[in-house]
């Protein structure tokens, strides 16, 4: 099992028995996200987080004191499942749980492409990736994106050839479109925040020795010697942004420094960008 199938068809005994483990090492970077989301919440507004997973990201319980209703979303029901009970939460009308959800809709497109690939079916997958929306979201005053783009590009190079013309497309298509769909689902004047790792310690180990005060130019070099995930260059993420359509959505745009996140195996960089949704006056103007 690839790392990436792990990640999508979790083994639960597996995850059992590394919790404590795990949770203790994400500490930082939960200390990172929750604040980041509770930082925008008050008790009448509303939270999405979409690749929730198993939450180790998230401290449900300040989330769920903060925010009035929480909506978490993920492929995999039995990370949720398995993160609620880890944490004592039960799902209710306030902590609503959306599971087995394609966030980038070509997941079986593509799994399908890796065992019979073909020209029509790439260029199919481009177009639904181009396209999709998912049905189950509704409208939040915060959104959040937890370190699920990199999964869903990871998805797509695991599949197609990195050779390949269309692949570079691809990656483009479902980088852009994750983040319209994340403004698809925000109200007017909601925030989103965007949480993506970018570089892990397989590809450049001195994140594990790395001195807090050097992290930024260690990444600074990285990037420069385009040691990234694919699709995951941070300026990249950062100019879908600058797509015309996208900025008159947006009326502020903060990219974070980078950070540490920490789990039981290896150490990624992250980064997060958070926006705010132009109102829908603002919109319409800008596009007059
Ligand atoms: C690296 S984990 C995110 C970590 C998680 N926030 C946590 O703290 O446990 C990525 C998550 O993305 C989910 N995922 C991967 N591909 C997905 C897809 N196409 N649609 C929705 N969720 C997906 C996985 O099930 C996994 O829970």
């Known amino acids: 099992m690839t790392e990436y199938e792990f990640v999508r068809h979790p083994d639960l005994m597996e995850m059992e028995s590394h919790y404590d483990d795990q949770w203790q090492k994400y500490s930082n970077h939960r200390e990172i996200v929750t604040k980041t989301l509770a930082s925008f919440a008050n008790q009448k ?3 999405c987080v979409l690749g929730c997973g198993a939450c180790f990201d998230l401290e449900l319980a300040e989330l769920i004191r903060d925010f009035f209703k929480i909506t978490l979303v993920d492929l ?7 993160g609620l009970k880890k944490q004592s939460v039960r799902a209710s009308n306030n902590v609503v749980v959306i599971d087995g959800v394609d966030l980038a809709g070509v ?4 799994t399908r492409y890796l065992q019979h690939p073909s020209r029509i079916l790439l260029d199919k997958i481009i177009m639904e990736a181009r396209d999709y929306s998912p049905d189950e979201l509704e409208k939040y005053d915060v959104i959040a994106s937890t370190c699920l783009l ?17 692949f ?8 852009k ?3 319209e769909i994340m403004l698809d689902s925000l109200k007017s004047g909601g925030t989103g925040v965007l949480v993506t790792d970018f570089v892990s310690s397989d590809a450049l180990p001195e994140l594990f020795s790395v001195a807090a005060a050097d992290l930024t130019s260690l990444l600074q070099t990285a990037i420069q010697e385009k040691n990234y995930l694919h699709g995951l260059n941070p300026k990249m993420v950062a100019a879908v942004f600058q797509d015309p359509i996208i900025s008159e959505r ?10 540490r996140w920490i789990t039981a195996d290896k150490i990624y960089a992250c980064f997060s960008i958070v926006f705010e949704k132009a109102g829908d006056d603002q919109a319409e103007e800008s596009s007059l």
């Open 168 to 175: 570079v497309e691809l990656l483009v298509e479902i980088r």
């Open 45 to 47: 507004s509303s939270l």
């Open 177 to 179: 479109r994750h983040i």
């Open 150 to 166: 990199s999964q869903l590009l990871a998805k797509a190079t695991e599949c197609v050839d990195e050779k390949d013309h269309r």
């Open 250 to 259: 947006i009326r502020s745009l903060k990219v974070s420094a980078p950070w």
């Open 107 to 110: 997941d079986q497109f593509l």
């Open 76 to 82: 995999s029901g039995d990370a949720i499942q398995f």
